[in-house]
């Protein structure tokens, strides 16, 4: 059986960034990865459409405290400007004084939480909501929180700074994780499926590929393979369980397509949302970097349901919303292949970020808490700040690690 002092289980943003500190603390670690590359939810599609297609995260949040920024700088990797935001209702783009009630009505929404003092549902705050532009907010919330506000902590919500512009990474948020990966101790398609904690001093991780012994784990995967993915002998403390049980994944999935010929006319990259009614969170990247392709994300319960359905239903709903908007030579231009992705459906995912439930802010951090001086958990949904954010589970990853390599000595 391979021994090892510490061994990190995911090769996400988290997992990469626990490795890289840990080999700074010259501790030996070996990151155990169970998709076939590195990145975790940021991961870059080159091959289908011919252009770099994120999967997964998309922009650089936060761009003055976000470390990731100057790492892609150090690869030279590109980084983008940030897009504008544009609205369409009817196929129609909002007139400037009905985009600037919109925006008013949204930003007041949010406003109100990041004032809020006390936990609950994010839905009591707006029971009384009479705007006509309240589906707009609610269509946006989703697209933030990946769930409604019934189901999200008006706190949990509250204690992440909205600040800066968002930037995205045009030749991929995915290839630069990858690239920050190389050279680490990475162990690709081996998933582990128990960690043995039994032993005073020493785990046992069995994987795929066999049993792994070590004196201390950072687990950095998802509350939902916290909670069903992984196997633990003796089970997690309860205490510890119901902060992965206060931490359900939201949902955001996407399609993107690329167009035969330029179909946007003189539209400049942007972000839009098609304001579709509450329950339809949609929003589309036209035209990024200039390319004529389009990238989609639905948000909230919609993004369940409608990917479950499948890419077929998922590149017919998108392809109709582009042609309200653009008309129908869109749909004649349209590649035929499609670049899709369900987290939901991913069991080593199994959504695209965590929510804290209503009253349930706190545990964040008590899912960071460590078990037994052993067992040491990072990853977005442990971030107190960024949380749901790449930069956050970096964070996370090297708090873990300087952690997990204090507790040996
Ligand atoms: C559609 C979408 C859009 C997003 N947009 C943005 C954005 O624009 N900006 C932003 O900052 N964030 C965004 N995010 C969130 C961001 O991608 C995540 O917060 C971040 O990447 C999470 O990193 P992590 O290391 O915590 O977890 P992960 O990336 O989930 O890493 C955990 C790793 O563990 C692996 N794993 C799981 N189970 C096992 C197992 N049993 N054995 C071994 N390995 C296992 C997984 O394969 C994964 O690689 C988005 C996410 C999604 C899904």
């Known amino acids: 059986m391979t021994e090892i002092d510490i061994v990190v289980i995911g090769a996400g943003a988290a997992g990469i960034a626990a490795a890289r500190r840990l080999g700074e603390l010259r501790a030996t670690c070996l990151v155990l990865e169970a998709a076939a590359v590195a990145g975790g939810r940021c991961r870059t599609d080159h091959g289908t459409l011919g252009i770099p297609v994120d999967l997964g995260a998309h922009w650089l949040h936060s761009p003055r405290r976000n470390p990731l920024i100057g790492l892609a700088a150090a690869t030279g990797a590109r980084i983008g400007q940030p897009l504008e935001t544009r609205y369409s209702a009817n196929g129609s783009w909002l007139s400037d004084e009905d985009a600037a009630a919109c925006v008013a009505h949204v930003d007041h929404c949010f406003d109100r939480i990041a004032a809020a003092t006390q936990d609950g549902a994010v839905a009591d705050l707006f029971a009384d909501a009479t705007s006509p532009w309240h589906a707009a907010f609610l269509a946006e919330f989703a697209a933030k929180q990946g769930l409604a506000p019934e189901q999200s902590s008006i706190l949990d919500f509250a204690r992440y700074p909205w600040e800066g512009d968002d930037l995205p990474v045009p030749d991929g948020f995915g290839t630069l994780l990858a690239g920050l990966a190389s050279g680490l101790n990475l162990h690709l398609a081996t998933p582990v499926r ?14 795929d590929q066999g049993d792994i012994a070590a004196r201390a784990v950072i687990l950095t995967v998802s509350p939902h393979v916290l909670g069903s993915g992984i196997r633990f002998d003796p089970p997690l403390p309860d205490w510890k369980r119901d902060a992965v049980a206060a931490l359900p994944m939201g949902h955001c999935n996407k399609l993107a397509l690329r167009f035969e010929r330029p179909v946007f006319g003189d539209l400049a990259p942007c972000l839009v949302m098609p304001l579709r009614g509450a329950r339809e969170s949609v929003e589309f990247v036209l035209r990024e970097d200039c390319r004529d392709s389009a990238v989609c994300m639905v948000n909230g319960p919609f993004a369940r349901e409608l990917a479950a359905a499948g890419a077929g239903a998922m590149r017919d709903y998108v392809l109709e919303c582009l042609v309200e908007m653009f ?17 939901d459906a991913d069991p080593f995912f199994g959504g695209c970020y965590a929510v804290a439930r209503p009253g349930r802010a706190d545990m964040r951090a008590v899912l960071a808490q460590p078990v037994a001086d052993r067992l040491f958990f990072a990853g977005e949904a442990t971030s107190p700040e960024f949380m749901g954010d790449v930069h956050g589970a970096w964070f996370s990853g090297i708090a873990a690690a300087e952690a997990a390599a204090a507790s040996g000595q």
Do not use: Q, Y
Request: charged residues 30%.
């Open 194 to 207: 128990r960690v043995d904690w039994s032993e005073r001093g020493r785990l046992r991780i069995a994987t």
């Open 327 to 343: 008309g129908s030579d869109l749909r004649r231009a349209a590649a035929p292949e499609s670049v899709f992705v369900n987290w």
